[in-house]
């Protein structure tokens, strides 16, 4: 879940849109050629109602995947674990970087855990990185599912548009920061051993779900793909240390989960992959993920074991699924196509 320090994956077809600039310039922190520097907390703030109204240019911002379309939590009002950091406000219509938005004033913030640059923080200044390729010299992948993003005066720029912060935020990566989520499912079962059918007859799917440390909300069990880890070691690694525990498993039970997980993850089906939603966006940094369901049919693999929250979670369960569960960042949506792809009750 969190940053954890592992050969980079083919990215499928994407769009390309942004134009890229390769312009570096000493001013840091310009996402666009009407933002400023400073780093004030006020800026002319848009009426309430107009940040949620979706408008008619939704469809503008959709990938190949198409789930996710306008960002809303990159615009939530204070950013993630900060009191006081208040994005300004940018409504509907002035997210697009396209669109003129002239008392656009957006905080400059960057964590003083970031600014310390741990080993999964880049340097303060990104003038040294080449983006929109994968970067040898620190095993990085700088590239984006949604197709080269641009880079205006040396600052990657956020792909889908303005959130009312620069800097770095919380995430370590200048541009996309890569992540991986196993949504792990299975049939609700009776005593019998036959699935539960909801009242519109269709099965009731569940998934492992993990309790975040950080923010309490309930999440699938996914994380930041460490330098060089391929995605598929991403998720298996993320899964058994936050759902099986296996940080600290014995030896024996070590080579027990690692003999089924290797076998149960070979073979997945893609639901997602491309930008994320997500709080601790900026204009110049954001989460990515590659989101993939495997499915235990029998229930008699992965879907017996035994779940122990590990590492970053609080707390582990099979979560059956329907249309009230609330989860983080975007990954309803993901559990949403999941529900979709295997035909369960919603
Ligand atoms: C989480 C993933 C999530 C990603 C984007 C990562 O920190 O571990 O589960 O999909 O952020 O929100």
């Not at 993990?210 to 994380?223: M, N, S, T």
């Not at 525990?245 to 089906?269: C, M, P, W, Y």
Request: proline fraction near 6%; include cysteine.
């Amino acid at each position: 879940m969190g940053h954890k320090i592992g050969k980079p994956i083919c990215f499928g077809s994407l769009r390309q849109s942004a134009v890229k600039s390769t312009r570096r310039a000493s001013v840091p922190l310009s996402a666009d050629r009407y933002c400023s520097t400073h780093t004030s907390r006020t800026c002319s703030a848009p009426p309430k109602h107009q940040i949620n109204n979706k408008p008619s240019f939704v469809k503008e911002f959709s990938t190949t995947n198409n789930i996710m379309s306008l960002h809303v939590k990159a615009r939530c009002e204070i950013y993630p674990r900060t009191k006081d950091v208040k994005r300004c406000p940018v409504p509907d219509d002035k997210v697009p970087w396209n669109v003129d938005f002239l008392e656009y004033a957006p905080v400059e913030f960057t964590s003083a855990t970031v600014l310390s640059q741990p080993e999964w923080a880049d340097p303060v200044d990104p003038s040294g990185i080449e983006f929109n390729c994968i970067d040898k010299s620190n095993n990085v992948d700088r590239r984006s599912y949604e197709g080269d993003f641009a880079v205006i005066d040396g600052y990657p720029r956020n792909p889908r548009g303005r959130t009312g912060v620069t800097g770095r935020g919380s995430l370590g990566r200048w541009g996309p920061n890569h992540a991986a989520d196993p949504i792990v499912t299975r049939w609700k079962r009776d005593d019998k051993n036959s699935k539960v059918l909801a009242h519109d007859g269709k099965p009731i799917l569940q998934f492992v779900a993990v309790q975040r440390r950080d923010c309490g909300e309930w999440a699938l069990p996914g994380g930041m793909v460490n330098p060089g880890e391929n995605r598929t070691a991403t998720l298996m690694r993320e899964f058994g240390e936050e759902a099986l525990n296996s940080l600290e498993a014995t030896d024996e039970q070590k080579i027990r989960i690692n003999k089924v997980l290797f076998d149960f993850f070979q073979a997945g089906h893609t639901i997602y992959r491309g930008y994320v939603d997500d709080p601790r966006n900026t204009d110049n940094v954001w989460m990515e993920t590659k989101a993939i369901n495997f499915h235990d049919e029998s229930g008699k693999g992965v879907g017996a074991f035994n779940l122990h929250a590990g590492d970053d979670a609080a707390d582990v369960q099979w979560m059956d699924i329907d249309s009230s569960l609330k989860l983080y960042a975007s990954h309803i949506d993901f559990i949403r196509s999941t529900v979709d792809h295997l035909k369960a009750h919603w």
